[in-house]
């Protein structure tokens, strides 16, 4: 009963495209992203932070699959780095602010996610650069 129940549920997909990125609204148009930045971010937020998800295996296995599209919903509705320009000032700065605070108290990216994807791991220095980053930005949006 759990393996035909297992193989039903197969049938429910999520959605695996991405919605179009317009590039003025993109976090790139708001803020400046250095390279060694623009890598961080790439390797350890985009998936679930813009619009740019790479769907790996395993979003393809329910309920593993709805696990995912929740998380990565979830992500995009506090920080959408291909919408960030539309956000106010004031959002901006609070986003930055939220960037560095989540990365020094080790919650994002979320544990969950570090499991399959090692390579998102941010270190010491990672961290401390992301933290620099955004407070330079913080300034310079004021």
């Known amino acids: 009963m759990l393996v035909l129940g297992f193989g039903a549920i197969q049938f429910f997909r999520i959605d695996h495209t991405n919605p179009p990125i317009n590039s003025s609204d993109t976090f790139e148009s708001a803020v400046l992203v250095p390279p060694d930045i623009a890598l961080i971010l790439g390797r350890s937020c985009n998936d679930c932070h813009s619009h740019k998800t790479i769907y790996p295996w ?15 919903d979830h992500g995009r509705s506090h920080l959408n780095f291909s919408i960030f320009n539309t956000y106010d000032s004031k959002k901006k700065r609070k986003a930055l602010e939220e960037i560095c605070e989540e990365v020094e108290a080790a919650r994002m990216p979320l544990p969950s996610y570090l499991w399959l994807h090692r390579d998102a791991v941010l270190t010491a220095n990672d961290g401390k650069a992301l933290c620099d980053w955004a407070n330079a930005e913080i300034e310079r949006i004021e």
């Open 58 to 72: 395993y979003s393809y296995l329910q309920p593993s699959a709805w696990f995912l599209r929740d998380h990565v």
